[in-house]
Each structure stands twice: as structure tokens, then as C-alpha cells.
T-cell receptor
Framework: EPEVTQTPSHQVTQMGQEVILRCVPI?????FYWYRQILGQKVEFLVS????????KSEIFDDQFSVERPDGSNFTLKIRSTKLEDSAMYFC?????????????FGDGTRLSIL | QKEVEQNSGPLSVPEGAIASLNCTYS??????FFWYRQYSGKSPELIMF????GDKEDGRFTAQLNKASQYVSLLIRDSQPSDSATYLC??????????FGTGTRLTVIP
């Protein structure tokens, strides 16, 4: 069964450094998402991406965050200057169509630890 | 009022019993509802989705949706120890994002 793959599985970064989290969505999927989950808390939506542009973003997704689809397979989340509170699990998800029509499938996540 | 409310649990049921997980939501405009299972330290795994009032069955799982009462539930029949996990209720919100509840932790006792 096709999977969403994420790398790295664990990223440790000094506060203030830039970090890039990578995702390869399922190949025939057109919608891509990033979510985060702070330890012990709920899963929170960050951003959705379709047709090479952001379609929705949450209040969490401020100017420190950006997303990109640099080629036909990868989907990346960049945090420009990391803060301690950015420590969380970051999940990439993808779906064939928008949320009203098709469910989202999640990758295994990247655990981001900011020191 | 929280947008998606779930009892955090833990909910404990004996092996073979029916586990009933409930979720209420505040946005009457919500149209799509999802149940995800999340093992500790792992990613959410889709179990079921439901869009219409009524019941939807898939194997041992049944999702129930009542839009008038603004609740959605998940029944797990013949519960197994491997079903022990946190179950996340999520609503489709906006065009493209999911709004998750905090989850209910289920423990199935052998």
C-alpha cells in the first residue's frame, strides 16, 4: 500500500537555526498538508498546499514557516529561525482530493527537538 | 466551547467487548468526520470517515453520525488488545484541513 514518507525521523537543532523537514506524498495525491503535535497535546493543522500554492494556513503558520514543492515528488516544510516551542512531532499528510471528498493519509512524522 | 470534545479516558474494556468512543462538535456546518487511531509515539492512522447521518460499518468498526445532535461515535466490536491506542476524532474544516480532538485513550484488557 502506498505510503507518505518523511525524513528525517528525528531532527535535533539549536534554537535560532533553520530546519527543513521533508516529505514524499503518495504519488497520485494532489493535496498536501503539514500538521504538528506537541507532546501530550492534540494534532494541529499548519498548512495545506494544492496546485503549487498554499490553499489554507493556520495561525500557527507564521512568517517563520514556509512550504515548497521543489520537484515532482518532495514537499518540504522550512522553519526559518527555530524556537524552543517549535519542538514537536511534525506530520505530513496527503490526499487525492480535497477534504470533503477524500481522507488524508499521514506519514510517520519527524520528531523535531530544539535545544 | 471546544470545537471537538472527546473524553480523554482512559476507557478500559475487556477483550471481546464493544468499545464505544464518542465525540461532540460545535460547528453545525461541519460536513466530514474522521476517526484516526494513534499508537503512542506514532502517526495518526485513518480508521473510518463518515459524511452522512447514520451508521457506516467496516469490519469490526462502526461509525455513527448524528448531525442534529452534533455527535459522532465509533464502536469497536470484539475489542482486541491490539486496539489499545488513542482514538482521535477529526472534523473537516474549511476546504482542506482537519480539526482534531484531544483523543480518547482506549485500553483493552486481555
Amino acid at each position: 500500500e502506498p505510503e507518505v514518507t518523511q525524513t528525517p525521523s528525528h531532527q535535533v537543532t539549536q534554537m535560532g537555526q533553520e530546519v527543513i523537514l521533508r516529505c514524499v506524498p503518495i504519488s497520485n495525491h494532489l493535496y498536501f498538508y503539514w500538521y504538528r503535535q506537541i507532546l501530550g497535546q492534540k494534532v494541529e493543522f499548519l498548512v495545506s498546499f494544492y496546485n503549487n500554492e498554499i490553499s489554507e494556513k493556520s495561525e500557527i503558520f507564521d512568517d517563520q514557516f514556509s512550504v515548497e514543492r521543489p520537484d515532482g515528488s518532495n514537499f518540504t516544510l522550512k522553519i526559518r529561525s527555530t524556537k524552543l516551542e517549535d519542538s514537536a512531532m511534525y506530520f505530513c499528510a496527503s490526499s487525492v482530493a480535497g477534504i470533503g471528498d477524500q481522507p488524508q493519509h499521514f506519514g510517520d512524522g519527524t520528531r523535531l527537538s530544539i535545544l | 466551547q471546544k470545537e471537538v470534545e472527546q473524553n480523554s479516558g482512559p476507557l478500559s474494556v475487556p477483550e471481546g467487548a464493544i468499545a464505544s468512543l464518542n465525540c461532540t462538535y460545535s460547528d453545525r456546518g461541519s460536513q466530514s468526520f474522521f476517526w484516526y487511531r494513534q499508537y503512542s509515539g506514532k502517526s495518526p492512522e485513518l480508521i473510518m470517515f463518515i459524511y452522512s447521518n447514520g451508521d457506516k460499518e467496516d469490519g469490526r468498526f462502526t461509525a455513527q453520525l448524528n448531525k442534529a445532535s452534533q455527535y459522532v461515535s465509533l464502536l469497536i466490536r470484539d475489542s482486541q488488545p491490539s486496539d489499545s491506542a488513542t482514538y482521535l476524532c477529526a472534523l473537516g474544516r474549511g476546504a482542506n484541513n482537519l480539526f482534531f480532538g484531544t483523543g480518547t485513550r482506549l485500553t483493552v484488557i486481555p
